[in-house]
């Protein structure tokens, strides 16, 4: 092992005081301005909004939030931080389209 510093994975120092969007364990996701880190992945998260869940599918995020201001996550706790520049939502391609056959029912049919 070297006597050198230490150096993470992942540089968090690029979001500080910018908007970054955090996937916890457990399915909660969470928007905010990163306000501060430690080695540790805890995380404080200033403006922050939780996407809430869609009652029928849990695994399913929906538009509504939740506004809960100045935050603490856990590292613990924190599975994925992403920055909210550049961010958009896309279509899933393993859909099958709308009016297209898919391989099992052509097979049948």
């Known amino acids: 092992m070297s006597g050198g510093k230490k150096e993470t994975v992942l540089d968090l120092g ?16 969470v928007t905010g301005i990163l306000k501060g880190f430690d080695q540790l992945l805890n995380l404080v998260l200033d403006e922050c909004l939780e996407f809430l869940r ?4 849990p695994l399913r995020i929906t ?13 613990t706790s924190v599975m994925v ?21 898919d ?6 049919a």
Do not use: H, Y
């Not at 690029?14 to 996701?29: Q, T």
């Not at 538009?63 to 590292?75: E, K, S, Y």
């Open 63 to 75: 538009d509504q939030t939740r506004d809960l201001g100045l935050i603490v996550c856990r590292g």
């Open 14 to 29: 690029k979001f500080i005081d910018k908007g970054v969007r955090v996937k916890l364990s457990g399915g909660r996701e």
């Open 81 to 101: 931080v992403s920055g909210l520049d550049g961010m958009e939502e896309v279509a899933n391609p393993f859909l099958p389209a709308e009016g297209k056959l």
């Open 103 to 108: 391989m099992g029912e052509a097979g049948a």
């Open 54 to 57: 869609d009652a029928e599918d």
